[in-house]
């Protein structure tokens, strides 16, 4: 089973470099530096998300972002899977899928009703990854985003 580790500050530079080549990958474009400003406060231990070491604590394969929600509808607190990646030389040894099976187990013993994520419509590798992870479309239900 592969480790998760709550990360905290002494994790911030493990972590950056991995969300950089995450972004990378990904096509995103974001300041090193907002990045950190958006980082910290997680491993600082705020009540507004987490972030997971994956594998070895002083060696990770990656890492998971939860941010936290609430949800009259569920019941209660929701999380929102924000991002997950995984070194691409581990990548298909089951990895993801053991993170995503663990989560579920630690977060609802914090209080969580469910777990959202987000995931590009065209990747269907991907999208057979979720699924098989019982993550599945809500047909009632599309998000939409206005970024400020």
Same mark, same amino acid.
């Given at each position: 089973?592969?480790? @998760?580790? @709550?990360?905290?500050?002494?994790?911030?530079?493990?972590? +950056?470099?991995?969300?950089?080549?995450?972004?990378?990958?990904?096509?995103?474009?974001?300041?090193?530096?907002?990045?950190?400003?958006? +980082? @910290?406060?997680?491993?600082?231990?705020?009540?507004?998300?987490?972030?997971? +070491?994956?594998?070895?604590?002083?060696?990770?394969?990656?890492?998971?972002?939860?941010?936290?929600?609430?949800?009259?509808?569920?019941?209660?607190?929701?999380?929102?899977?924000?991002?997950?990646?995984?070194?691409?030389?581990?990548?298909?040894?089951?990895?993801?899928?053991?993170?995503?099976?663990?989560?579920?187990?630690?977060?609802?013993?914090?209080?969580?009703?469910?777990?959202? +994520?987000?995931?590009?419509?065209?990747?269907?590798?991907?999208?057979?990854?979720?699924?098989?992870?019982?993550?599945?479309?809500?047909?009632?239900?599309?998000?939409?985003?206005?970024?400020?």
């Amino acid at each position: 089973m592969t480790a @998760l580790h @709550l990360a905290g500050p002494d994790d911030a530079q493990r972590l +950056l470099p991995m969300i950089a080549a995450c972004h990378a990958e990904l096509g995103i474009t974001r300041d090193a530096a907002q990045t950190a400003d958006a +980082l @910290l406060p997680l491993l600082e231990g705020s009540p507004y998300g987490v972030a997971y +070491l994956i594998g070895p604590a002083r060696a990770p394969i990656g890492y998971v972002v939860i941010s936290f929600g609430w949800s009259l509808e569920l019941g209660g607190m929701d999380g929102t899977l924000d991002e997950i990646w995984i070194r691409p030389g581990v990548r298909a040894r089951g990895i993801g899928t053991e993170v995503l099976q663990a989560l579920p187990k630690a977060l609802a013993g914090a209080g969580l009703t469910a777990l959202h +994520l987000e995931t590009r419509q065209d990747d269907p590798k991907i999208d057979g990854f979720y699924r098989r992870n019982k993550f599945a479309l809500r047909p009632d239900v599309v998000v939409m985003t206005q970024k400020f």
